[in-house]
């Protein structure tokens, strides 16, 4: 199920004709991160460097230069090493990077400080996302200020740097049928990894131990890391959003939120489910359980060619505050809730974001000011939650609702007809999912 060659040569062609003549991008790969003394953290390519050539070796670069007589896409990588190769595995070396790779021509990483500042030379202007690297816009810096010192012989130095990422990433925003297919896998994956924690959930059990089921089929179904660190937050620590300590006891009657994503061939998945710790919702569960569902229904059916990106979490957030307001929980009528944006203290954060390489995908949300269009091919996850916390400013809530989080999440494709939820195979109805953790 990988990108095909051609696939890559043709993002990289696609990014060129974007570019004006006499201007030239640059896009670096990762570097291995240290974790620990002399133990590094899984290599994981960058996600701009791995669109555009599908090479998954570190301390690599690409260079385009749109209209070169020589060849417009360059590769530094490292070179073959019989040493490292006995440890580390085989490295591709530039010998073969342009058979596999498909690019014009590859040289040692080793020349680029010989080979990189001549193609800068003449540039009117350079595409480069500064910021990412910071080692390596200081190299590239330096190499600027010597050409800049050879100005009064005749040399013409860039005169101006721009960020390469509103190009590149609006076509990483629109995802082809590979990567959809891509996609579509990791969400099936991910779906059956949230049914097996499900199934394996009982009071007296650790979030640890969850964590091991989700991660145990993401594994065993190709999918080498999790796109995330899993959530997998019980009782009150569902409140925390980003709580990843996953280390406390499940407790009967209380529920637990786990927002887990695979990575498979590179591409994640974003899937969020709540379900109860002893297989059966108490009805304080039910009742703001079914707001949340009845919010993302309503989210999830506005996201269409046409809307704009912020709609899906408009109508969600109409009726976690419609329902809200049933529950006795905020008080006056939804316009007044929303002036006042007192649903803030239970309704914190937004309910989309972009999906594709990275759990938090690339691509601008707004456009000259306002809010973009959904188009075709676009995917973004929709995740409406409630979160009732133990503190000060809940204070005079009766005591059944307080600990309580709540957060449903999917995955979708935006299509020229309906919304495809692409991790629908994870129950998410109460009778569902009650009937999952019965079986």
């Known amino acids: 199920m990988n990108v095909p060659l051609s696939e890559f040569r043709r993002r990289r062609e696609r990014l060129m004709e974007m570019l004006p003549e006499g201007t030239l991008a640059i896009v670096p790969g990762a570097t291995l991160r240290r974790r620990n003394r002399d133990v590094d953290y899984l290599f994981r390519q960058d996600s701009d460097f791995y669109y555009l050539t599908g090479f998954t070796e570190e301390d690599a670069l690409l260079v385009m230069v749109p209209g070169r ?4 896409t ?6 073959r090493d019989a040493r490292y190769e006995s440890y580390n595995g085989e490295r591709l070396g530039p010998d073969r ?3 596999m790779l498909g690019v014009d021509d590859a040289f040692p990483v080793s020349d680029v400080g010989d080979i990189l500042p001549g193609l800068l030379e003449g ?7 500064l910021g990412e690297y910071p080692e390596f816009d200081k190299q590239l810096m330096h190499w600027v200020t010597d050409i800049r010192a050879r100005e009064s012989g005749g040399v013409v130095a860039p005169g101006e740097f ?3 990422k509103h190009l590149l990433h609006e076509l990483r925003l629109f995802k082809s049928a590979k990567e959809l297919s891509m996609m579509r896998e990791a969400a099936r994956i991910t779906a059956q990894a949230h049914i097996r924690a499900m199934q394996a959930c009982q009071p007296g059990m650790n979030e640890l131990d969850l964590e091991a089921e989700l991660t145990y089929h993401f594994m065993r179904n190709g999918a080498r890391s999790p796109a995330y660190p899993s959530i997998v937050a019980s009782g009150a620590n569902a409140c925390v959003l980003h709580y990843i300590d996953n280390r406390a006891a499940l407790r009967k009657g209380e529920l ?3 927002d887990a994503g695979c990575e498979y061939e590179h591409y994640a998945a974003d899937l969020t489910r709540t379900f109860p710790v002893s297989g059966q919702y108490t009805d304080v569960h039910k ?8 919010a993302q229904k309503a989210a999830i059916d506005r996201c269409r060619v046409g809307e704009h990106f912020n709609a899906p979490h408009d109508a969600a957030l109409a009726v976690m505050i419609e329902g809200l307001i ?14 006042k944006a007192t649903y803030q203290r239970f309704c914190p954060h937004k309910s989309s974001h972009w999906l594709g390489l990275d759990v938090h995908d690339v691509g601008d949300y707004r456009i000259d000011g306002a809010w973009r269009e959904l188009e075709a091919g676009m995917v973004l996850t929709v995740e409406p939650g409630i979160y009732i916390r133990d503190d000060e400013n809940n204070a005079g809530l009766a005591r059944k609702w307080k600990g309580l989080g709540i957060r449903i999440e999917d995955d979708v494709l935006i299509t020229r007809k309906d919304p495809e939820v692409l991790t629908a195979a994870a129950p998410k109805e109460i009778a569902e999912v009650e009937a999952v953790m019965a079986g």
């Open 326 to 339: 049933d529950l006795k929980l905020l008080s006056g009528s939804l316009d007044e809730v929303l002036e």
């Open 74 to 79: 360059i590769l530094f990588c490292q070179e």
């Open 256 to 258: 637990v939120l786990i």
């Open 69 to 72: 007589e020589h060849g417009e």
């Open 123 to 129: 540039r009117e202007r350079v595409y480069l996302t």
């Open 287 to 294: 009742a703001v359980y079914e707001v949340v569902l009845e």
């Open 97 to 99: 990077a342009s058979q």
């Open 162 to 164: 721009v960020s390469l």
